[in-house]
């Protein structure tokens, strides 16, 4: 059971590159999430989804896109990257019983 | 808006001795607060959690408190280890918000020997 596993660890984008970080659990969770974290600051929520195919925007979702075609996969989407996007993202996950979410180790990603 | 606030950005405390991190909170619709400990490069771990019809949740060395009136809430840690060292979140979500974590900007605490 590896939990949620995030891929890539790094990445060093030039302004105006695209890319996509991928989020993979397999807790067979229905909701799935994408948070960023800015140094001295706290976890900000992208965005997020209840299930298979839902998705919905969270506090800062602007410059981001995501799809959710399976349970296991939400990957996120940056197009036009930008400098403010540099930061450290971590993909969760958790039951929609309650409890806690769970999250994976992180992509750090600096836009130059 | 931060609608959940750590005032302070780092603690230290001696090895054996009781941390004690402060959360508090604006929204009054969070019905549900966590305490989630992060080591470097790591994501994330949930630690403890409490309901919003408790004010008492205990868990081994952790134990969380919540005075909904005062809308705050705080963790202590009894004997404090110097494996405790690490950055503490506070979160808090609301039974609307689709389970929607709001996090506060953490606290780091240093245990020293």
């Known amino acids: 059971n590896a939990g949620v596993t995030q891929t890539p660890k790094f990445r060093i984008l030039k302004i105006g590159q695209s890319m996509t970080l991928q989020c993979t659990q397999d807790m067979n969770h229905n909701y799935m999430y994408w948070y960023r974290q800015d140094p001295g600051m706290g976890l900000k929520l992208i965005y997020y989804?209840?299930?298979?195919?839902?998705?919905d925007k969270g506090e800062v979702p602007n410059g981001y896109n995501v799809s959710r075609s399976t349970t296991e996969d939400f990957p996120l989407r940056l197009e036009l990257a930008a400098p403010s996007q540099t930061s450290v993202y971590f993909c969760?996950?958790?039951?929609?019983?309650?409890?806690?979410?769970?999250f994976g180790p992180g992509t750090r990603l600096t836009v130059t | 808006d931060q609608q959940v606030k750590q005032n302070s950005p780092s603690l230290s405390v001696q090895e054996g001795r009781i941390s004690i991190l402060n959360c508090d909170y604006t929204?009054?619709?969070?019905?549900?607060f966590l305490w989630y400990k992060k080591y470097p490069a790591e994501g994330p771990t949930f630690l403890i959690s409490?309901?919003?019809?408790?004010d008492k949740n205990e868990d081994g060395r952790f134990t969380v408190f919540l005075n909904k009136s005062a809308k705050h809430l705080s963790l202590h840690i009894v004997p404090s280890q110097p494996g405790d060292s690490a950055v503490y979140f506070c979160a808090a979500r609301s039974i609307q918000g689709a389970q929607k974590l709001v996090f506060g900007q953490g606290t780091r605490l240093t245990i020293n020997p």
């Open positions: 969760a996950s958790s039951y929609p019983e309650g409890g806690s979410e769970y």
């Open positions: 989804s209840v299930g298979a195919g839902i998705t």
């Open positions: 409490i309901s919003s019809i408790k």
């Open positions: 929204n009054s619709m969070f019905d549900y």
